[in-house]
């Protein structure tokens, strides 16, 4: 059975950092485009970042510069590190896998196959 297990969310200051982790099993998960997205109170799902199987990347405009996602295909994990966090990225964020994948799909929470149950991020300013 496919599960995404997301951690490492947390209350933070503004301009500190955190790492959240998502460990997938039930998948071959190299094989799988890996994506964050995050929700905050009364507003839609939103696109974060996503890293492909060859290590590519991809931001929202929003975070780019500040976040960093990686994997480790030995460890089935995926990694978000967020510095410089702003108030603004308050939310519970979600790490979500996608199979059948292509440019425009990496962002589009609708195409992802499975989630995780997300983990809460709260910034104080």
């Known amino acids: 059975q496919e599960q995404l297990i997301e951690s490492g969310g947390g209350l933070v200051q503004a301009g500190d950092s955190l790492r959240l982790s998502c460990a997938a099993s039930g998948l071959t998960f190299s094989r799988y485009v890996m994506g964050w997205f995050r929700q905050a109170p009364g507003k839609e799902r939103e696109f974060v970042a996503a890293?492909?199987?060859?290590?590519?990347?991809i931001y929202s405009d929003s975070v780019k510069g500040r976040f960093t996602v990686s994997r480790d295909n030995a460890e089935n994990t995926v990694y978000l590190q967020m510095n410089s966090l702003k108030a603004e990225d308050t939310a519970v964020y979600y790490c979500?896998?996608?199979?059948?994948?292509?440019?425009?799909?990496?962002?589009?929470?609708?195409?992802?196959?499975?989630w995780g149950q997300g983990t809460q991020v709260t910034v104080s300013s």
């Open positions: 979500a896998a996608q199979k059948i994948t292509t440019m425009g799909a990496r962002t589009m929470k609708n195409l992802y196959d499975y």
């Open positions: 890293i492909l199987w060859s290590g590519g990347t």
